[in-house]
Each structure stands twice: as structure tokens, then as C-alpha cells.
């Protein structure tokens, strides 16, 4: 019998798709630019080995799979993507489809299927979340290009999608880059909800002294509570973990460096392209980007010396309620840049199902994503912190937040995303900005001009000479 589908790229994350697609019964042709690891990956695939065909040659490859055929390209985003593209294409028919589920960047795939639209094979990008882990046993899948193409291979991408109360988690996202796009901001969101842990657990860690395993004791409790998420809990298990080598606290020994694949980076360019608003998600990045930078890090503290930390001023309640309202606004911000890029793409990307489709599977899933989706649903227009339901949880847990930031601020604990999503939410709620003074600026040495509160028309003020 010939193949349903194929599968180019057996590394960490497409052995892990093509064991999961073989699972749940779909045979599977697959190849690897190193041979040895097609054959090893057969060998070890166990009883899952009869669904797969591995494959010599790229022509072995699309000869075992059935027509219209359908190829998933699970290799680094940029280049290999192109290169792979460029290969299979003589091979292909014009009704056949490349599926690209490598992390690429958006504007790559817009590219890719603007081709693909004018000579065929078709093309589909299709974000794909949930690390190995997920690829294995179920991953959150954001689809981009022709629905009909999406319709073709949704009965495979469902069966191996994670499911939330037995909904899958994949959906389509709307053409061309949008399932590229809405990964890329999940990644954005992946990041900021990252750091605002990580800045309430340096609260703890160095505000309140607290020992790693009273901080896990901690994240653990969060996590039965609204903050109940795949990242609470994994932050709750890290902080449990005893280094081997040591015998001290694991978080302990590692060093506080992050790194970065870029998908965060991407998704704040973006949004200062479309002017949206997120910056809890550009603190992050920048918290990642300043982080690997010790050696300054360094030179500062021994000039300045390191800043007191202890704080008397906060309770492990207000930092609980603080990262409630953090989430909120940093979730607000992500679905914010969305629906501008919706609207300045002319995309339609469906933020209900967004919600829904990150409800499981994915790095961000949270019981919160339900009650977003729901919101979403109500009305996809309106900023998520307006809406009713997020409305009263920012209302009762905003106060916190303020006290954590407080707390950080006199202490010297940097805080940047939270404080950074304060203050959006303070600007989002003040009617009368300060950017009248910017205004009057830009006229004074531009004579860039104002609009008046008062409707006269006169559109410069009093300063003499301005713009010259
Ligand atoms: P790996 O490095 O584990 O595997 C890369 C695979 O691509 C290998 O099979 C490799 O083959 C192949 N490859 C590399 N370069 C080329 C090339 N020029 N031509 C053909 N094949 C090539 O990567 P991952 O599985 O981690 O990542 C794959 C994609 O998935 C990336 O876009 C990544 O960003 C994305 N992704 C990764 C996640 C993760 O958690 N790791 C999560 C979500 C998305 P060979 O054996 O010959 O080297």
C-alpha cells in the first residue's frame, strides 16, 4: 500500500511527528538527508515500524506516497526550507503539497506560497507547538495557506493534534504566512509569560529569600488556582529538581543566560511594523537579549554594587494576584498584535479559535485560554481586558501588581515585564495621555502642528519661529 502521507527531516522534532502520524494509523513514507537515520529510525519504531516506509532517494519518496500527495518538511526554517523546495519540486505534480512545519519565519512563507500559487506544487505552512513532547503525543497545529489545502491533509494534522475535551487542537489560521504568523506570537506570548515567572520567582528567590524548594512548593499551589498552566508547572518541577552533580537545588547551578531561536524577536518586529502595542513581550526579548550579556552585567555590579533585594513589602498572595494580571495584559497585548496584523494583512485569523487551538498541546497552554477563547467568542473585536470576565480579574488583582513593581522598584529587583504591562494597562485606561505635550514639541521645532481639544482650527502654538 502506498503512503497517505510523507515526511522529510527526522530530527528531535519530525521523528517525533512521524511516530505520532504512524500512531494513529496514517502509513508514512519518510526521509532524511543523512541515510543512516532513516534506516535507524524504521529500526527502532517498533510496532509502529510497519506504517513506516523509509526512503533512499528523494524520487523513493514521492513514489511511495499516494496521489495528491502530501509532504511535511520538518527542517530548520530558512534555507533547508528553500533548498528542499527547490529539489522536490521537479519531482512533484502541481496538485501535490509541500507542508512546511519547521518554525518559519512568516514573511518566508508568504514568499513560498506566492510561488507555489503560480507554479505549483501547493504550499502549506503550519506552525507546530509543543516541543518533542508534543510532536509525539499531540501538538497544538496553526495552519496557513488555501483552505483547501488545509481541508485535504485537517483529517491527519486532527488526528494528531492534542485535544482539549476531545476538540483538536489545530485549525486554520487563514493564508498564506497567518499559521507561521500565529506562531510566532505564541512564541512572543511563550516568552513574556517566561520572564513575568521568572521575575516573581526572583522575588522570592532574592526579595524574600525563599529556598527553591518552598518556591516549587509555591508554583505548585499557583498551579490549582486560576494560574493553572503548563509553564506554572513545569517552573514548580525545575524549582523541585536536585542537581546530581551537586546535591544543590538544580535552578541553583544553572547559569542565567538565556538563549533564543529568534521567534520572539520576530514577533516584535512585527509589531512595531503594524504600531501594536506589546510590550511585556519586547521586555521579555530584551530580558533574554541583556541576560546573555554577563560580562556587563558584571562591570555594573561591581560599580554600583548589587542592589539591597530584600523586601519586606510583598506577600506570596499579591505576587500570585500580580502574575494573574500580568498574564492578562501580556495575553492582551499578543491577541491585540494579532488583530492589527489581521486587519493590516487582510487575514481573517479567527482569534476564538486561536484561543482554543492554544487551549492544549502547546508551550502556553493554561485553563485561562478557555475563559479567553470564550471571551473571544463573545466579541473578537474588543481588547481582552475589556472584556467582562478579564475586566473583574484585573480589577481585583491590578492593586498587587502595583505592590510587586513597588516592592521590585525599591529593592532593586527588576520586574520588566510585569512593570511593563502595568503601564500599558495604565496608558489603556487614561483618557487624557500626556502626548499633548509631545505634540507641542514635534510643533515647536517641526511644525508638525496639533489637533485642539476644542475643535478651533488653528493647528500651531504661540512659540516664535517654530519650525525653523
Ligand atoms: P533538528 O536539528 O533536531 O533536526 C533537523 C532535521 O533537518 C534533521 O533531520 C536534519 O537532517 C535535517 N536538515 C538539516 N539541514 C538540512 C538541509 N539543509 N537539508 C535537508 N535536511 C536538513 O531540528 P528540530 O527537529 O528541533 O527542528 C526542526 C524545525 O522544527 C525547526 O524549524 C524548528 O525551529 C522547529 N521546531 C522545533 C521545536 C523544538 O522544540 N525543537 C518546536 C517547534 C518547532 P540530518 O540528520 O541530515 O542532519
Keep these: 500500500t502506498q503512503s497517505q502521507i510523507g515526511l522529510i527531516g527526522l530530527g528531535t522534532m519530525g521523528a517525533m511527528l512521524a511516530l505520532n502520524i504512524a500512531e494513529k494509523g496514517f502509513p508514512i513514507a519518510v526521509w532524511n538527508r543523512t541515510a543512516s537515520v532513516t534506516h535507524g529510525f524504521k529500526a527502532e519504531a517498533g ?10 532517494t528523494l524520487a523513493d519518496l ?7 500527495r502530501a509532504i511535511i518538511l520538518m527542517v530548520p526554517a530558512g534555507d533547508p526550507v528553500d533548498e528542499m523546495i527547490a529539489d522536490l519540486t521537479p519531482l512533484l505534480d502541481a496538485d501535490d503539497l509541500i507542508i512546511d512545519a519547521g518554525n518559519a519565519l512568516f514573511h518566508d512563507t508568504d514568499r513560498r506560497a506566492a510561488a507555489a500559487a503560480i ?21 497544538a497545529i496553526m495552519g496557513g495557506g488555501l483552505r483547501s489545502d488545509w481541508d485535504r491533509v485537517a483529517p491527519i494534522l486532527n488526528a494528531i493534534a492534542a485535544k482539549y475535551k476531545g476538540e483538536p487542537c489545530a485549525d486554520y489560521m487563514g493564508p498564506a504566512g ?3 504568523f500565529v506562531k510566532a506570537v505564541h512564541n512572543g506570548i511563550e516568552y513574556a509569560d517566561m520572564q513575568m515567572i521568572a521575575e516573581v520567582y526572583g522575588v522570592m528567590r532574592d526579595g524574600l529569600g525563599m529556598e527553591a524548594q518552598a518556591i516549587a512548593e509555591t508554583f505548585k499551589a499557583w498551579n490549582t488556582g486560576p494560574l493553572q498552566s503548563y509553564l506554572i508547572e513545569i517552573s514548580g518541577e525545575v524549582a523541585a529538581a536536585t542537581d546530581t552533580h551537586s546535591g544543590k537545588p538544580m535552578l541553583d547551578m544553572i547559569l542565567d543566560r538565556a ?15 503594524l504600531a501594536a502595542t506589546i510590550p511585556a513581550i519586547e521586555a521579555a526579548v530584551m530580558a533574554r537579549n541583556l541576560s546573555s550579556r554577563l560580562e556587563e552585567r558584571l562591570a555594573g555590579e561591581a560599580v554600583f554594587g548589587a542592589a539591597p533585594q530584600k523586601t519586606a513589602n510583598v506577600t506570596l498572595a499579591q505576587l500570585e494576584q500580580a502574575m494573574i494580571a500580568g498574564k492578562i495584559l501580556c495575553y492582551a497585548q499578543g491577541f491585540a498584535l494579532i488583530s492589527a496584523a489581521s486587519k493590516a494583512f487582510d ?22 485560554l478557555n475563559d479567553m477563547a470564550t471571551a473571544l467568542t463573545e466579541d473578537a473585536e474588543r481588547n481582552l481586558m475589556l472584556a467582562p470576565f478579564f475586566a473583574d480579574h484585573l480589577k481585583a488583582t491590578h492593586g498587587a ?16 515585564a510585569l512593570a511593563s504591562g502595568l503601564a500599558w494597562f495604565d496608558m489603556m485606561r487614561t483618557g487624557r495621555s500626556t502626548a499633548n505635550m509631545i505634540q507641542a514639541q514635534r510643533d515647536f521645532f517641526g511644525a508638525h502642528g496639533f489637533e485642539r481639544v476644542d475643535g478651533i482650527a488653528d493647528k500651531h502654538g504661540p512659540w516664535a519661529g517654530h519650525g525653523l
Design 47 to 56: 510496532v509502529l515500524a510497519e506504517k513506516i516506509t523509509p526512503c533512499e
Design 62 to 68: 514521492v513514489a511511495a506516497i499516494a496521489k495528491p
Design 119 to 139: 507554479k505549483g506544487p501547493h504550499f502549506l505552512g503550519i506552525g507546530v507547538s509543543g516541543g518533542a513532547e508534543g510532536a509525539r503525543h499531540g501538538p
Design 178 to 180: 497567518a499559521g507561521h
Design 259 to 273: 538563549g533564543q531561536k529568534g521567534t520572539g524577536r520576530w514577533t516584535v518586529i512585527e509589531a512595531q511594523q
Design 347 to 368: 487575514w481573517p485569523m479567527p482569534l476564538p479559535e486561536i484561543a482554543r487551538v492554544w487551549r492544549e498541546g502547546c508551550i502556553i497552554r493554561s485553563s485561562m
Design 401 to 416: 501588581l502595583r505592590q510587586v513593581i513597588a516592592a521590585g522598584a525599591l529593592s532593586g529587583l527588576p520586574v520588566p
